[in-house]
């Protein structure tokens, strides 16, 4: 009985544990999700204000989207695959899916420096810097204020009334400034900036963002504005807006040109920008329009970046074939040479061998500048040196042909480990029966290896070689790295393509580095390497079939 | 009884004069045959190993040369600490140095538990929408982030309204983007690495009333731990070379990752700082390179699978 009863006891004991162990378990897994979710929502309704605040619609909307499907998918007991899918799947819509559809919508525009925002802020830009010195008006006597660290003016109106104003703060009537005959000399709340402050600078000369400092007089725009002189900053002068902008009209009304004369200039909507005569208003900027096919079209057929633009693609093809191509048959070499088990110390060897793909690839990029340079390069100094009459190549800078050699000799270092591995496993993986029934058959080495070897080999090496191409082909780095996509031809700008440029580094001096960044031409050039990309992916697809492993 | 010892010396004698001849033809024969079989791929090997080492010998010299980069840079004639103190005090290089380390390994730590989440769903679950969702990753991953660049860019200028810590000079926002590529590159590696894993396991461990989320951790996790790690490391390597995104977002060198750094001592023709620039690329490649060499052989297996080093 009491036996029993040990045993009852015992066995419920353990069955307690058992789920007290799994409701502990449970439980803790369940607050670590619970402090998760609401960090996250937290996070996630704290940004939803923000963006409504800042008037970001689009990402308000998107997070308030997003928050509602991942509280959906954590709390729901239904949505299970989903719980381990959401994470990821939320940066990779965000940081991959969306910036390329952004990508492709940029491309149809005509964004850039000179096209960045909105036709009213456009326009507002060009009344702006479109400022002339009023002759007419007085030059009045001013006092340099500080708020902060920002700078104010203030002077005394024709009613001896103080008046203050900052920039985009219109002057307005202070009355509880002092005033010292037509000098204002205090103003509450502001630090006034006395000469002596300004004498280390050279006397009255007043510095930057004194000379930037435009007051408006009123509210009233075409008013005018006023300013310091540039010798001198206790004396204000009177601006106008050179250019008026009329709304009937739809156009710039420029009166600044020296014959006095008005020149009017159209607002074209097509092109985003103000014209006159076909040419587009000089002192400033346009504003951000869909221009259609525009971009592809000047890409192919505008005289200048349709040839720069055919260069490029066709060194690109290049530069990624004959890398894929050496670095294959020198792998391959490599591998056959020690496809041994004979070779003593072939495992440290191979470790040697590999080095130059462990040694990360942007560092390998600038090392070789260094032992690629005319004057003090180890390859022209020692490796060459020794030749008599040897005068030193100019690899990465001579000419467009050497830089292009160069590249694909870097390459060649730094990618034959990679292929090297890669075929030395292929070859191992070929069974060893097939070789000796061959040599039944009485094949000889040539044909074992023509017949036999080589095709498999390719079976199962040809995906790599794909993506290898794919990933030469936008290899930005190396090229950057190493020539800067140069040599650029003389007479070109710093930012021009060059001898060596690959699509993808003209994408981003064209969008990037350049003086004049035109993000429309270079989204543009960016979905055509996105379709090359494609095709190559299509075409890698039905080789490897690689799609049918999904199923 | 001496006739018969002297025979015994004879044919002993005769026997070694004898077996010393055909040994040293035979000794010869082999000799030449070792030659043509092995001995040249041994020199072979050398002058690959030479092809392969020279210029990372040439890298660590020149972070001891005091006068790299200067028409009188020397080969192992000169030692000095030179550049790499000047490395440290002009130039916030430790701090650089800290940054690849963080972004390195968040993005590492965030690919390997977001690929995997995503690689168990694949493997395990079957639900609507998973064929799709497996070809559309199978062909995200072919476009690489780095062609959108200039809509990051933008992206990242709309986020820094609403969320600073997502905009510009942050470590976040380069994370938050390298995390975009997470699913796309890896999904498909662990995918069939997940499906290697007997499925008979699972279905054990439901039976004993595991939930899914005990099953994913504590059963699947650790036997595909050395995929984990290959995923991990190629992550963290791809984000330590990854140079156009951390140039757009990170504008001051306090928060500069090392591939930012090391340009900018040599990227522009002036103010070339090779000396430095040598020493800070050994004392970071170190730790990539001990890394990659100890745990090639999952590397290679990786890469075969199809990742390629970035």
């Known amino acids: ?551 | 009884m001496s006739s018969e010892k002297q025979f015994r010396d004879y044919t002993a004698g005769t026997a070694r004069g004898f077996t010393t001849r055909t040994d040293a033809d035979r000794r010869a024969a082999h000799r030449k045959a070792w030659w043509r079989e092995v001995g040249w791929r041994h020199i072979v090997a050398v002058v690959v190993s030479i092809y392969a080492v020279f210029p990372l010998v040439f890298v660590v010299n020149m972070a001891f040369d005091p006068n790299a980069g200067l028409a009188n840079q020397s080969i192992f004639k000169s030692f000095s600490l030179q550049n790499f103190s000047d490395l440290f005090s002009s130039r916030p290089f430790g701090q650089q140095l800290a940054n690849t380390l963080i972004v390195g390994g968040i993005t590492a730590i965030g690919t390997v538990l977001m690929g995997a989440a995503a690689a168990y769903a694949f493997s395990r679950f079957r639900f609507q929408g998973r064929r799709f969702t497996l070809t559309f990753l199978l062909v995200v991953q072919m476009f690489p982030q780095l062609l959108a660049f200039v809509a990051i860019y933008l992206l990242v200028l709309g986020l820094q309204e609403v969320f600073p810590v997502l905009g510009m000079n942050s470590l976040v926002t380069v994370i938050a983007i390298y995390l975009g590529g997470a699913l796309g590159v890896n999904t498909f590696l662990m995918y069939g690495f997940f499906n290697t894993v007997p499925v008979s396991l699972d279905e054990a461990a439901k039976l004993d009333g595991a939930t899914h989320a005990q099953i994913y951790w504590t059963i699947i996790l650790r036997m595909v731990a050395p995929v984990l790690a290959v995923v991990g490391l190629l992550s963290f390597i791809s984000s330590f070379s990854e140079f156009v995104i951390a140039r757009l977002v990170l504008t001051q060198p306090e928060k500069w990752t090392l591939a930012v750094a090391l340009y900018d001592m040599v990227g522009s023709e002036r103010h070339q700082v090779w000396g430095q620039f040598a020493a800070g690329a050994v004392i970071s490649a170190i730790p990539v390179l001990v890394l990659f060499l100890f745990l090639q052989r999952y590397i290679v297996s990786g890469l075969t699978a199809g990742a390629v080093k970035g």
Request: proline fraction near 5%.
């Open chain 1, 1 to 551: 009985m009491s036996n029993e009863t040990g045993i009852d006891r015992a066995a419920a004991k353990r069955r307690r544990q058992a789920t007290e162990a799994h409701a502990q378990s449970w439980g803790a897994g369940f607050f670590v999700k619970l402090t998760l979710m609401a960090l996250i929502d937290a996070l996630g309704v704290y940004g939803v204000w923000t963006a409504f605040k800042v008037g970001s619609t689009v990402i308000g909307t998107v997070l308030v989207v997003l928050l509602i499907v991942v509280n959906y998918v954590y709390f729901a007991k239904r949505a299970l695959p989903a719980k381990y899918i959401v994470p990821g799947m939320v940066f990779l819509l965000i940081f991959q899916i969306y910036v390329m559809i952004n990508t492709a919508y940029v491309a149809f525009t005509n964004y850039g420096d000179r096209h960045m925002g909105t036709k009213q802020d456009a326009i507002e830009a060009i009344v702006r810097n479109s400022q002339v010195l009023d002759p007419d008006a007085p030059v009045r006597p001013v006092a340099l204020l500080l708020e902060g660290d920002e700078y104010h003016l203030a002077y005394v109106d024709e009613d001896g009334q103080a008046q203050v104003g900052g920039q985009d703060e219109p002057f307005a009537a202070d009355p509880e400034a002092t005033v010292e005959g037509d000098q204002v000399t205090a103003v509450p709340g502001y630090t006034t900036v006395q000469e002596a402050e300004f004498e280390g600078l050279g006397g009255t000369r007043p510095t930057k963002p004194v000379t930037d400092l435009l007051v408006p007089l009123s509210s009233d725009p075409n008013a005018g504005s006023m300013k310091v002189m540039a010798t001198d900053f206790t004396r204000g002068q009177t601006y106008r807006p050179g250019v008026e902008y009329n709304e009937a009209e739809d156009a710039l009304i420029d009166r600044t040109s020296k014959d006095g004369q008005e020149i009017v200039y159209k607002a074209n909507n097509t092109t985003g920008q103000f014209e006159a005569n076909g040419q587009r208003y000089p002192g400033g900027g346009g504003w951000k329009v869909m221009v259609g096919f525009d971009n592809f079209v000047k890409l192919f057929t505008d005289p200048e970046i349709a040839t720069t633009f055919a260069k490029v693609f066709i060194w690109t093809v290049v530069f990624a074939f004959l890398s894929v191509a050496t670095t294959f048959f020198a792998g391959l070499l490599l591998a056959l040479v020690f496809n041994s088990d004979r070779i003593r110390g072939l495992k440290f060897y191979r470790v040697i061998m590999i080095l130059p793909y462990a040694f990360p690839g942007f560092m390998s990029a600038l090392l070789w500048k260094n032992l690629l340079n005319k004057d003090y390069g180890v390859i022209n100094n020692v490796i060459l040196g020794w030749i008599p009459g040897f005068e030193g190549v100019d690899w990465l800078t001579g000419s467009a042909l050497t830089a292009q050699v160069s590249v694909i000799l870097v390459n060649l270092w730094l990618g034959y480990p990679y292929m090297f591995l890669v075929c030395t496993g292929a070859l191992q993986s070929i069974p060893g029966d097939i070789m000796e029934s061959a040599k039944v058959d009485g094949a000889g080495p040539v044909k074992r290896f023509s017949k036999i070897t080589l095709p498999l080999l390719f079976v199962s090496v040809a995906p790599l070689l794909i993506s290898s191409f794919a990933f030469n082909f936008n290899n930005f780095n190396l090229i950057y790295m190493l020539t800067g996509g140069g040599p650029i031809p003389p007479g070109d700008s710093v930012n021009d393509p060059g001898g060596t440029d690959i699509m993808i580094s003209m994408v981003y001096k064209l969008a990037g580095v350049g003086q004049n960044p035109d993000y429309g031409l270079a989204t543009a050039l960016s979905i055509i390497i996105f379709i090359v990309v494609g095709l190559i992916a299509v075409f890698s697809f039905r080789k490897t079939r690689s799609l049918e492993d999904v199923m």
